[in-house]
């Protein structure tokens, strides 16, 4: 007996797949419909970070958030497989005066105890000496998105077809789910706009680094994630376009921030350069629920669609499996612009 009907969901980045595992492990008859791109799972860092990536203005976004990260170590524990799950937790950091300032604002709502230069080395010995400031959030954590792809398609093995969707008309099912990312709009209509973010990937010393770094360094924002192997991916730029150039203004940016921040960094070999796109809209926030009586979208997660993996897939799977939809929702409504 399958519960929930047929349900086809358009899209196979950690969203699509997440939400697909989740209906599969309540009993729908699922399949996903992946068109081969590489989304913006495959540039993610992976940082777990409800407090540094929100503004937080937004309430509910951030109430959204903070459940998602409270669900990720069950998540990555029940993918069974080593998805780079990594709990260490994040120091953010201000280089120069004007840097804490801004930084200061965030952490003193965070109620962070602000720590000296020495104590922060004393956590990452590689930190440059100019580093004025720091706090340490051991709640905001990593995981590896490619891994958890390759888990989730795993897991899914047999229900994920190879096929680009061009019109929802197309699809064969009795629900479908729109988790398309920024092809989210031509599918549905939906503002969902491009992000692009460039991001890097060096490869050094494992051990270089401990913590994930979130820093300010000099007015730019940069972030570092280390993983076990010695890969740490630098991240990232922000920019209103739609194109897959890495720019040579874009690489110098993280660089020199990164290298300010952590001087050794200029021995590691460029392994990686990326492009990817967060899927924005309006407010920034995702876009969750019903469109009409066979679509529902879950997509226009922004910069937080790792963080909010599991969450989505709950909340899609209990609107699908039980017809009920949970408040949490309530302020995501992708019918709301
Ligand atoms: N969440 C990190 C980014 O969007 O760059």
Known sequence: MTRGGSVAVVGGGIIGLSIAWRLQQGGADVVVFDDGELGAWFVAAGMLAPGGEATHEEPHLVRLLEASNERWPGFAAELGVDVGYDDTGTLSLAMTADD??????????????????????????????RVRAGVYSPTERQVDPRRVVLALRERLA???????????????????????????????????????????????????????????????????????????????????????TVTAGGVHDLLRAAIELVPDLAECELAETTVGHRPGTPDNAPLL?????????????????????????????????????????????????
């Open 158 to 244: 047999g229900h994920v077809v190879s096929k680009r969707v061009d019109k929802l008309s197309e699809v064969d099912a009795e629900t479908v789910i729109v988790a398309a990312g920024c092809g989210t709009a031509a599918l549905t209509g939906l503002p969902v706009r491009p992000v692009k973010g460039q991001v890097l990937r060096l490869r050094g010393e494992p051990g270089l680094l401990r913590h994930v770094l979130d820093a300010t360094v000099d007015g730019r924002h940069v972030y570092l994630v280390p993983r076990k192997d010695g890969e740490i991916v630098v991240g990232a730029t922000q920019e209103e376009r739609a194109d897959r």
């Open 100 to 129: 804490l300032a801004e930084s200061a604002r965030v952490w003193t709502r965070q109620k962070l105890p602000l720590l000296r230069p020495s104590e922060l080395r004393e956590r990452e010995p590689a930190l440059s000496p």
């Open 289 to 337: 629920g019903r469109l009409d009586d066979r679509v529902i979208v879950a997509a226009g997660h922004h910069r937080n669609g790792v963080l909010l993996a599991p969450i989505t897939a709950d909340l899609i799977a209990g609107l699908v499996l039980d017809g009920v939809a949970d408040p949490l929702l309530e302020h995501f409504a992708p019918g709301r612009f």
